[in-house]
């Protein structure tokens, strides 16, 4: 099975939230920081990315 981009940014999202459950804006926070620090701009950008399917997904778990 090939995932297109956009299912690959969920999934890493969902990655994120089943390991990281509450502590995944911290873990999305020094994802970015270390890309920062190594300058790698589309990095970030794909975790920014990361962090708005993220946040998605809390906004729908907290309205069910």
Known sequence: MV???D???WAVALW???N???D???YIAQQI???SNDG???GIATWRTIAE???QLNCQSSTN
């Open 3 to 5: 995932l297109n981009r």
């Open 7 to 9: 299912q690959e940014l």
């Open 16 to 18: 994120v939230e089943k």
């Open 20 to 22: 990281h459950g509450e």
């Open 24 to 26: 995944g804006p911290a």
């Open 33 to 35: 920081q270390r890309l």
């Open 40 to 42: 790698d701009e589309a």
């Open 53 to 55: 399917r993220f946040d």
